[in-house]
């Protein structure tokens, strides 16, 4: 029931691009996503609604295949701030079930 | 809007003495969440209420583990007795429905 994300990690230059990936074997209502910073409280992004709609936020944006239960996380031109944890949560039955997270670290 | 509050920060306890986490969520917000985060299995989902109700508690780990909901400013997250396994960031989030979740700083809790 949890969804699966790749890659585990990734470590970037700054001004880079990044993909993060989720996957759920359930069908969706929709697919939520949260960067955590270390010893922080995880931080809504965004939200995406069935429709196959692709939403952005400053120069992260995001896509939802609803057929194949699939969504996406695009870094643009990755930011220092930009490093941290990152997780998909699917939304079943008005809960969110997160994923393992994506660690994401940028260097200058 | 000071978002959602969690007391203690840190909790430091030991085995088998009784623990209770607190959470006032936003005004508003209909919706009350509490997961527990560790290492090795990540953010779980131990219970949600809506409109100050328990949904749902299939994610709560065992009869050790209760929690409340007694109005719409307040909820509890009880362990009695305290393990070692119980050592983990627990935190409380909140919503109205169809929105992102807003997560409180969260109580590190260790159990010696």
């Known amino acids: 029931q949890q969804p699966v994300q790749s890659p585990q990690a990734v470590i970037l230059r700054e001004g880079e691009d990044a993909v993060i990936n989720c996957s759920s074997s359930?069908?969706?209502?929709?697919v939520h996503w949260y960067r955590q910073k270390h010893g922080e409280a995880p931080v809504f992004l965004m939200i995406?609604?069935?429709?196959?709609e692709q939403k952005g936020h400053d120069k992260i944006s995001a896509s939802f295949n609803e057929k194949k239960q699939q969504s996406s996380l695009y870094l643009t031109a990755s930011q220092l701030s930009y490093s941290g944890t990152y997780f998909c949560?699917?939304?079943?039955?008005?809960?969110?079930?997160f994923g393992k997270g994506t660690r994401l670290h940028i260097l200058p | 809007d000071a978002g959602v509050i969690q007391s203690p920060r840190h909790e430091v306890t030991e085995m088998g003495q009784e623990v209770t986490l607190r959470c006032k969520p936003i005004s508003g917000h209909n919706s009350l969440f509490w997961y527990r985060q560790t290492m090795m299995r990540g953010l779980e989902l131990l219970i949600y209420f809506n409109n100050n109700v328990p949904i749902d508690d299939s994610g709560m780990p065992e009869d050790r583990f209760s929690a409340k909901m007694p109005n719409a400013s307040f909820s509890t997250l009880k362990i009695q007795p305290s393990e070692p396994r119980d050592s983990a960031v627990y935190f409380c989030?909140?919503?109205?429905?169809?929105?992102?979740?807003?997560f409180g700083s969260g109580t590190r809790l260790t159990v010696v």
């Open positions: 995406l609604l069935k429709g196959g």
């Open positions: 989030a909140s919503t109205p429905e169809g929105y992102g979740y807003t």
């Open positions: 949560g699917t939304e079943i039955w008005d809960k969110i079930i």
């Open positions: 359930k069908a969706l209502y929709s």
